[in-house]
């Protein structure tokens, strides 16, 4: 009995419309995504591009370390003006007796203009005195020009590899002047934090790297050089006045990436050292100042006429005359940055206190914006406030720095020039630094604290010697010479100061002393190979 077909038919059924919109999608963005994952993964092992994290691992002598990575900045600042820490080299696998502190910030850090003798290889010294049955590891992620931006970055990528006992953050110098801040071509940028993470995300591909190669190559003739980066020189231009709105959005990214390396650093079993940005004051003249913007022309001549009275008045040796002078022109304009360091210098010259007051503000209301000001410091003390129950600690460097100075105002005692540590104030820091390490270690207690060397031990363990001093006055001395500082008020006078104190190290750099040197160098080669 044949049967047949009457009709009915079996067909497939039909995608529902949600499902071709997923399936569409996919083709759209899953497909290209897979693409570009399988290009980048094929340049990497092509070796194209470089890695961006803070660390890379190395070996030495046959044992894991991690080491700085020299290209840990190209995504911030390009490859011309990359910055770099200074070496070191860390075992990857931490021994039962390792004390490990990580120290990040910008150039005072690191331990410009030499980094031998920064706050960290004092620090270090320090350490391996009071905890001698210890293996003592301090790594200097600090770099020239860095902010919190780069050290955000920096922090979240080597906590979890190093595992510090402790990470101490000394930063706020460069929060205007560095990558996104207002006086950099980015700083518009940084008014959208989650488009400045994707940006620098994005530069961290190496297809983004080899297309960025690519552009330089065609933009830069063969043959040519690239620009040589100028640091501060490159910013003459770039004032930014203390109540210009940008700045205020420079305060709240500072607020914001210190949180952020606070919960990076707390991360796991470290703590966090905040700690306060000193600078010096006393030594140190504004770079640039500038009118309040509503000053008029028949205000501004008044008060020219009065400033220049007080001037010719603190020139013929009458500070009282000048001080009277200067305070009828605060009252046409007081944001001026020199009329109010005038006023700081010749109230000190009286012995008033109100000096302090006047060399505060004059540092917050100096235009080229090179130095930490008040709201920085406020900002980070109220960090650490708020975050001390998760294991954040507090060092104000600045009091104490205060405290530690004539009339309470640091000067060229503890500072080279604007924020540089002078031996003096890179011991302090050290000293201050010493004991919330300690209690965070569990080994704080007056006699460990009695074990700390004093400076002149410290400057032989890490050989500073006459010449080396001699050394970095010779650097000193040229940067002087140029912008921004040859534009400050008492540039003159402070190259006097340091060539009086270069012509009494050349009386102590004949043969003798040469000879006494290299046997420095000798003798700590031998302790601390």
């Not at 980015?186 to 989650?194: F, K, M, Q, V, Y």
Request: overall charge negative; glycine content about 8%; some cysteine.
């Amino acid at each position: 009995m044949n049967q047949t077909n009457t009709g009915m038919t079996s067909e497939a059924p039909h995608p529902s419309r949600g499902r071709r919109i997923v399936f569409r999608l996919a083709a759209v963005v899953l497909v290209p995504m897979l693409v570009l994952a399988g290009v980048e993964g094929l340049l990497r092992v092509a070796g194209v591009g470089q890695p961006t994290g803070a660390l890379l691992r190395s070996e030495v002598d046959g044992e894991q370390v991690w080491i700085a990575n020299p290209w840990a900045t190209t995504v911030w600042f390009g490859p011309v003006a990359a910055r770099e820490a200074t070496p070191f080299a860390v075992p990857v696998e931490r021994s039962a007796r390792s004390v490990r502190v990580l120290v990040v910030g910008g150039s005072a850090v690191q331990g410009d203009p030499d980094p031998s003798y920064s706050p960290s290889r004092i620090l270090d010294r320090m350490l391996r005195a009071v905890l001698p049955d210890r293996d003592v590891e301090v790594v200097n992620l600090g770099m020239t020009a860095i902010n919190s931006w780069v050290i955000r970055d920096l922090v979240r990528d080597a906590v979890p590899r190093l595992r510090p006992d402790m990470t101490v953050v000394l930063m706020g110098n460069n929060e205007v002047v560095g990558p996104y801040g207002p006086a950099t071509e980015r700083g518009p940028l940084a008014d959208h934090p989650g488009l400045v993470q994707l940006r620098q995300r994005l530069a961290r591909l190496r297809m983004v790297q080899f297309a960025a190669r690519a552009v330089r190559a065609v933009a830069t003739p063969a043959g040519s050089e690239a620009a040589e980066w100028l640091g501060m020189e490159s910013l003459l231009d770039r004032e930014i006045a203390a109540d210009a709105p940008e700045l205020e959005r420079t305060y709240e990214a500072f607020r914001s990436n210190l949180e952020a390396i606070v919960d990076a650093a707390t991360t796991g079993e470290g703590e966090a050292l905040l700690a306060t940005v000193p600078v010096n004051l006393k030594d140190c003249a504004p770079f640039a100042s500038r009118h309040r913007p509503d000053l008029g022309e028949r205000d501004r001549h008044s008060w020219q006429r009065a400033f220049e009275r007080g001037v010719r008045a603190a020139d013929e040796g009458r500070p009282d005359d000048a001080v009277a002078a200067w305070a009828e022109a605060a009252t046409i304009d007081d944001r001026h940055a020199e009329l109010m360091y005038r006023l700081a210098v010749t109230h000190g010259e009286l012995g008033r206190q109100s000096a302090v007051g006047y060399y505060h503000l004059a540092r917050d209301l100096d235009a080229l914006r090179f130095r930490a000001d008040s709201r920085i410091n406020h900002i980070i003390r109220e960090v650490a406030a708020e975050r001390a129950a998760a294991g954040v600690r507090m060092v104000d460097l600045a009091g104490a720095f205060a405290a530690a100075s004539d009339g309470g105002v640091p000067g060229d005692e503890l500072f080279y020039e604007h924020v540089h540590f002078t031996f003096s104030g890179a011991y302090l820091v050290a000293r201050e630094l010493l004991a919330p390490l300690l209690e965070a270690v569990g080994a704080a207690g007056a006699a460990n604290l009695e074990a700390v060397p004093e400076p002149r031990r410290v400057m032989e363990q890490l050989a500073f010697t006459p010449w080396d001093r001699f050394r970095v006055g010779i650097e000193l001395a040229e940067r002087l010479r140029r912008p921004p500082f040859s534009g400050q008020l008492d540039n003159a006078k402070d190259l006097e100061t340091l060539e009086r104190w270069m012509r009494g190290l050349r009386e102590l750099l004949g043969r003798e002393g040469l000879d006494s040197s290299v046997e420095t160098y000798r003798g700590q080669l031998a302790a601390f190979p």
